[in-house]
């Protein structure tokens, strides 16, 4: 098996370099900025930015297994040359809002459903992983908490089941490896409904230091983010979140399905950042 791992820069992509080098398997990191990259020794970068075609099969000749973030709009393409290079299994990091009515829609939904459906059509094996809100996207608050010790937040109550990028990285490198499990689709979470408020609590807890959680409306916070979060894309956020305000969701399985262990806990995923607030 020679893997090839798109977004090699992002944190699931990244740790599943680390999980499949270990392990002695052929490994590839493709990546926009391959110059960035920090690999096990061994591990051959090159470029691939999956807007852009014209790189695709230079990054996939010798591949077998795909590790794919999703562009909806270039993934059909994509698809097309991994079929043409003898690529036989794609894994796909799509998303848990593809499950949603109205995902081909939604602004958060819809690159990941055009990718599932360029890749369903396609002739290449694919699998897709749909996550739910990563854990990471915590570390949005880091610079408030470190430079003040707070985090504003619209709707503090609302819940999530945050995952750990090593559990994604984990159920990724699960069916790369194991053929009975290539072709479906799984619905990843964490192993427990958070708050917000909550999840503040526990970066207290694990980095020693107090947060305080300051509520704010949601025009106020979809203002403070607007450099860098498109504004329907914010609204798609407030929804969801105004959605869950209140109300712990449903846990997904698909993690302990795939790995054989509990998905790790938001506290853990704290633990293992707790540098990323305070340093
Ligand atoms: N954050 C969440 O809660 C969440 C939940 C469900 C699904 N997802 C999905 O998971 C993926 C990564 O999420 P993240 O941004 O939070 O993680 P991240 O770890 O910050 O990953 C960012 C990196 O992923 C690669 N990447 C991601 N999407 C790409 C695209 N469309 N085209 C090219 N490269 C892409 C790029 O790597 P290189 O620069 O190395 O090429 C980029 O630097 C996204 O598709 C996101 O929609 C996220």
């Given at each position: 098996?020679?893997?090839?791992?798109?977004?090699?820069?992002?944190?699931?992509?990244?740790?599943?370099?680390?999980?499949?080098?270990?392990?002695?398997?052929?490994?590839?990191?493709?990546?926009?900025?391959?110059?960035?990259?920090?690999?096990?020794?061994?591990?051959?970068?090159?470029?691939?930015?999956?807007?852009?075609?014209?790189?695709?099969?230079?990054?996939?000749?010798?591949?077998?297994?795909?590790?794919?973030?999703a562009?909806?709009?270039?993934?059909?393409?994509?698809?097309?040359?991994?079929?043409?290079?003898?690529?036989?299994?794609?894994?796909?990091?799509?998303s848990?809002?593809?499950?949603?009515?109205?995902?081909?829609?939604?602004?958060?939904?819809?690159?990941h459903?055009?990718?599932?459906?360029?890749?369903?059509?396609?002739?290449?094996?694919?699998?897709?992983?749909?996550?739910?809100?990563?854990?990471a996207?915590?570390?949005?608050?880091?610079?408030?908490?470190?430079?003040?010790?707070?985090?504003?937040?619209?709707?503090?109550?609302?819940?999530?089941?945050?995952?750990?990028?090593?559990?994604?990285?984990?159920?990724?490198?699960?069916?790369?490896?194991?053929?009975?499990?290539?072709?479906?689709?799984?619905?990843?979470?964490?192993?427990?409904?958070?708050?917000?408020?909550?999840?503040?609590?526990?970066i207290?807890?694990?980095?020693?230091?107090?947060?305080t959680?300051?509520?704010?409306?949601?025009?106020?916070?979809?203002?403070?983010?607007?450099?860098?979060?498109?504004?329907?894309?914010?609204?798609?956020?407030?929804?969801?979140?105004?959605?869950?305000?209140?109300?712990?969701?449903?846990?997904?399985?698909?993690?302990?399905?795939?790995?054989?262990?509990?998905?790790?806990?938001?506290?853990?995923?704290?633990?293992?950042?707790?540098?990323?607030?305070?340093?």
């Amino acid at each position: 098996m020679t893997v090839l791992v798109t977004g090699s820069r992002g944190r699931v992509g990244r740790a599943l370099i680390d999980l499949l080098h270990a392990r002695g398997d052929a490994v590839r990191a493709a990546s926009r900025n391959p110059a960035d990259l920090a690999l096990p020794d061994g591990v051959p970068s090159l470029s691939l930015a999956l807007d852009e075609p014209d790189t695709f099969a230079p990054a996939l000749d010798g591949v077998t297994s795909v590790f794919l973030y999703a562009d909806g709009a270039h993934t059909e393409a994509f698809a097309r040359e991994a079929a043409a290079a003898g690529v036989r299994h794609i894994v796909l990091l799509s998303s848990g809002s593809v499950n949603e009515p109205g995902a081909e829609r939604h602004p958060i939904g819809r690159s990941h459903w055009q990718a599932e459906q360029a890749l369903a059509a396609g002739p290449v094996t694919s699998t897709f992983l749909r996550p739910g809100p990563f854990a990471a996207n915590a570390l949005g608050w880091a610079h408030s908490i470190k430079a003040g010790g707070t985090v504003d937040l619209p709707y503090p109550g609302a819940y999530t089941d945050p995952i750990h990028e090593l559990d994604l990285a984990e159920a990724a490198l699960a069916v790369l490896t194991d053929p009975a499990r290539q072709g479906g689709a799984y619905t990843l979470g964490g192993p427990e409904a958070l708050s917000f408020r909550d999840q503040a609590e526990q970066i207290a807890r694990g980095t020693g230091r107090p947060v305080t959680v300051n509520p704010v409306s949601p025009e106020a916070w979809k203002e403070s983010v607007a450099a860098y979060v498109p504004g329907h894309f914010a609204d798609a956020l407030l929804d969801y979140w105004r959605s869950s305000d209140g109300e712990p969701l449903a846990l997904a399985g698909g993690v302990e399905e795939l790995t054989g262990r509990p998905a790790r806990t938001f506290a853990t995923w704290v633990a293992d950042h707790a540098a990323d607030f305070t340093a």
